[in-house]
């Protein structure tokens, strides 16, 4: 008897929310809606399809937009950069530095009740600007910050399926590889590759300096023994596709120079990776190098995690894309505004 009341008074409520956010519906269906009530206001049983906006493409060059399904086993999405359905959007991306690069053009239109905007950044904040004057403008975020809403890391490792008996390296005949493009004399990282290039030769690759073979930097830098993951600023959990793919996916011991060790160790194992920190200076660090040059053994150690982990490199940006649809699935109904971006992200 009580059971049966709390289930009309269920219905009820359900009627009541429906009515209230008819223009949400799609939203609504999802958490509570029972099946007689679904007919009768005429929502399928599948779960309505989930439309994504992509207000811009990401530095204005056009991306891959493929079926979530197919790619992530994320079903339900529809990825569009079609203006025209902005009213029936559950979500817009807007990332951040066509937004300040470009006139502040954000949606003019009102935002559905049930609309979120998603605020995409994968810049570090040394490289983001105009943070302050979107404080409560986003419902979400995305960005490679462990606390986002939606976190997508350039990369993880995730385990395999069989433990590998023995790693097998690509052959080596160099030390140390540097692959960089954005060179900035004021830049930490150009600082220390000056000093510890005293010490050790650095091969360096990239826009002022030696092309990578065929193009490719997993190809060049996997004859090296080392890899320089330097980034280009350092903030917590700024760790990119330096680590990721042009140290760990060419099987070189990545050599970083970022956020503190304690944070790559919540990503990495802490005997898979150099700090420079873990050196008084770069002279210390350049005689380890020597060292493990001639130690074998010691120097394969290193890549005593590849029996067990594989690399995962973010897939930009379908992957972030399609996970705003799978957040937006699994998302309970509650409205959430973002207040102080910029203190959050900086
Ligand atoms: C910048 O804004 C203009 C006008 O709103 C638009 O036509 C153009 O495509 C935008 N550029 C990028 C990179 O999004
Ligand atoms: C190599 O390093 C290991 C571990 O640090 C050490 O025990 C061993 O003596 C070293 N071998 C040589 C030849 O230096
Ligand atoms: C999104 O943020 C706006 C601006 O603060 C707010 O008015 C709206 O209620 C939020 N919507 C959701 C679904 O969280």
């Known amino acids: 008897m009580r059971r049966r009341l709390c289930q009309r008074l269920s219905v009820a409520l359900s009627v009541a929310i429906l009515l209230s956010f008819y223009k949400s519906v799609q939203d609504i269906p999802q958490i509570i809606l029972p099946h007689p009530l679904q007919k009768r206001i005429g929502v399928s049983k599948t779960p309505p399809t989930v439309t994504v906006l992509i207000w811009w493409y990401p530095f ?3 991306t891959n937009i493929r079926d979530c399904n197919t790619l992530f086993k994320i079903s339900g999405c ?3 950069t079609n203006r025209q359905l902005y009213p029936v959007s559950q979500a817009v991306i807007i990332h951040h530095r066509d937004l300040t690069g470009n006139g502040s053009q954000l949606p003019a239109e009102r935002r559905p009740s049930f609309q979120r905007w998603v605020w995409m950044n994968f810049e570090s904040p040394t490289h983001s600007s105009g943070l302050e004057k979107l404080n409560g403008v986003f419902n979400w975020t995305m960005s490679y910050k462990r606390d986002s809403d939606i976190f997508i890391p350039y990369g993880y490792l995730y385990p395999k399926k069989r433990v590998g008996r023995r790693v097998v390296l690509p052959a080596k005949s160099k030390l140390v590889a540097w692959v960089i493009s954005n060179w900035n004399e ?28 065929n193009n490719n930097v997993v190809q060049t830098v996997s004859r090296y023994k080392f890899y320089l993951a330097f980034e280009n600023s350092q903030h917590v959990d700024y760790i990119t596709e330096k680590l990721w793919r042009n140290a760990l996916m060419s099987g070189s011991v990545p050599i970083v ?14 005997d898979s990776f150099i700090h420079v920190n873990d050196f008084s200076n770069p002279k210390k ?56 971006l910029a203190s959050w992200f900086q």
Not at 197 to 212: A, F, R, T, W
Not at 261 to 267: K, P, V
Not at 293 to 304: A, L, M
């Open 257 to 270: 120079l970022g956020p503190s060790r304690a944070n790559y160790e919540q990503y990495i194992p802490p």
């Open 78 to 80: 529809r990825l569009t």
């Open 186 to 213: 004021e830049h930490d990282r150009v600082k220390y590759y000056h000093q510890l290039s005293q010490y050790v030769h650095i091969d360096v690759y990239g826009k002022y300096h030696n092309d990578l073979q």
């Open 60 to 62: 204005g060059k056009k």
């Open 285 to 340: 660090l350049a005689e380890y190098l020597l060292f493990l040059d001639k130690n074998e053994s010691r120097y394969q150690k290193y890549f005593d995690w590849k029996r067990l982990y594989s690399v995962h490199l973010a897939m930009f940006w379908e992957e972030l894309y399609c996970k705003v649809c799978q957040a937006v699935k699994s998302a309970k109904a509650n409205y959430n505004t973002i207040s102080n």
